[in-house]
């Protein structure tokens, strides 16, 4: 079955894609694939992937753009969109802004509050309250955030995985 038509039949689209969430795609009983919703709508949907997942989503006739994964930050080489621990603020991570190709980093979160985002009531009224849904600009701390407030876990998150 193609991803698209997966994406249409699915019952559980309405609940389970949402921007920062992880979604998992059951191929066969081998082979199952989670991405990170970055964005999604009625017509398409876009996720962070890696190697592995983007070359089946290539083999199943899947269309994506690449990312650079390393840029340059005030003279020393830094991994872009993964978040990491911050310096400033509880986590930081560096972004390429698309208007004017600069790296960017970008710093989020209360160093002196911890994230209830396995609380599933607790996750719910701050995607709500922060409007998760509507963000989707890489170079802001809300988008940040509101990925942080997915299902995934922050651990896996931090990885890069």
């Given at each position: 079955m193609k991803l698209g038509k997966f994406l249409t039949e699915s019952e559980r689209r309405s609940e389970f894609m949402a921007t920062g969430d992880a979604f998992d795609i059951?191929?066969?009983?081998?082979?199952?694939?989670?991405?990170?919703?970055?964005?999604?709508?009625?017509?398409?949907?876009?996720?962070?992937?890696?190697e592995?997942?983007?070359s089946v989503l290539e083999h199943c006739g899947c269309t994506f753009e690449e990312e650079l994964d390393e840029a340059e930050y005030k003279g020393r080489k830094v991994k872009l969109g993964k978040p990491m621990r911050g310096d400033v603020k509880k986590y930081k991570v560096f972004v390429k802004d698309k208007k004017t190709g600069n790296v960017k980093k970008v710093n989020f979160g209360d160093p002196n509050m911890q994230i209830r985002r396995d609380n599933p009531e607790a996750r719910k009224n701050f995607r709500a309250r922060h409007n998760c849904a509507d963000k989707k600009d890489r170079t802001k701390a809300g988008y940040?955030?509101?990925?942080m407030w997915s299902k995934k876990p922050v651990s896996k998150i931090l990885k890069g995985k």
């Open positions: 059951v191929v066969n009983e081998e082979l199952a694939l989670e991405f990170d919703v970055m964005y999604h709508n009625s017509e398409m949907a876009l996720v962070e992937a890696d592995t997942a983007m940040w955030s509101c990925r």
